[in-house]
């Protein structure tokens, strides 16, 4: 599974939602995945990828 990359080298938000999605996580912490901050939602995206 590879995610697009824009020119700085980073992955958007609603990237890393459409693939939290595919895995079948819709909420953290109460919360649905578009109310979380980035880093919470690059950190559980990373974690699912093993990084």
């Known amino acids: 599974m ?3 990359i824009d020119k700085k080298g980073e992955v958007n938000k609603d990237q890393i ?3 939290l ?3 079948g ?3 953290k912490y ?3 995945l578009y109310e979380l901050p ?3 939602l690059q950190k ?3 974690q699912l990828r093993g990084e």
């Open 2 to 4: 590879r995610t697009q």
């Open 17 to 19: 939602i459409q693939e």
């Open 21 to 23: 999605l595919k895995f």
């Open 25 to 27: 996580i819709f909420k």
């Open 30 to 32: 109460n919360k649905q």
């Open 38 to 40: 980035f880093v919470v």
């Open 44 to 46: 559980e995206f990373n």
